[in-house]
């Protein structure tokens, strides 16, 4: 079975650092991807970790740990559009990826 | 524009009805996803098509059924709808079986009355 984990919402100040944690059982599992959502509208790619470490992309930054099943996101320097819904999901090897809950960060002032 | 296409975005209609969801991926990409968004429920995998043939299935109802054409555009039919069949549908898309990541649709915003 695949199951992913992560917390129901966070609220962090901007200009700070957040880390949003992720922890999943997936079999066949092919990668790590996070997601930032909107409300009503599409997903969009942020990062995608396969190998253990840590990912750097400009404010984004994603690690794995493969032998915990732990995943996180870290996004510094906050700012309010980072308001939104992240989501972490397992691929396997067909493709398919599982999605969690997501994570409802609010950015406040 | 992500490159997929979704079409329509939103959709009003009756219980009993039927309807049919249309998605045509990013240009080069053989794989299309279908995912379902009620509100507050996160993203759940309703079925995959690579090139025309069905992959994988996740918990797709029976009264729903999907194909993927030749042109590797993909519908999506919703049949007998009842309320809470009302949700967001996305439409994904990806190449390398999706080891480069999806790219979302703008999604169909289906409400059942």
């Known amino acids: 079975g695949q199951n992913i984990d992560q917390p129901t919402e966070m609220t962090a100040t901007e200009g700070a650092i957040v880390q949003i944690n992720c922890t999943y059982q997936?079999?066949?599992?092919?990668?790590l991807f996070w997601y930032q959502q909107h409300a009503g509208e599409a997903p969009t790619f942020l990062s995608y970790?396969?190998?253990?470490g840590l990912e750097e992309k400009g404010r984004f930054s994603s690690f794995l740990s493969r032998s915990k099943g732990y995943s996180y996101l870290l996004l510094k320097e906050l700012q309010m559009k980072d308001s939104a819904s992240y989501l972490c999901a397992g691929g396997n090897q067909g493709g398919k990826l599982i999605f969690g809950q997501g994570t409802e960060l609010s950015v406040k002032p | 524009d992500s490159g997929v296409t979704q079409t329509p975005k939103h959709l009003i209609t009756a219980t009993g009805q039927r309807v049919t969801l249309r998605c045509s991926p990013r240009?080069?990409?053989?794989?299309v996803y279908w995912y379902q968004q009620s509100l507050d429920q996160g993203l759940q995998f309703l079925i995959q098509y690579y090139n025309g043939e069905e992959r994988a299935k996740g918990n797709i109802l029976e009264r729903f059924s999907a194909q993927q054409f030749p042109d590797l555009h993909s519908e999506l039919n919703l049949s007998s709808l009842e309320l809470g069949d009302s949700a967001l549908y996305f439409c994904?898309?990806?190449?390398?079986?999706?080891?480069?990541?999806?790219?979302f649709g703008s999604g169909t915003r289906l409400t059942v009355v």
């Open positions: 997936t079999s066949g599992f092919n990668g």
């Open positions: 240009s080069g990409d053989l794989s």
């Open positions: 994904a898309s990806s190449s390398l079986e999706g080891l480069d990541g999806y790219t």
């Open positions: 970790n396969v190998l253990d």
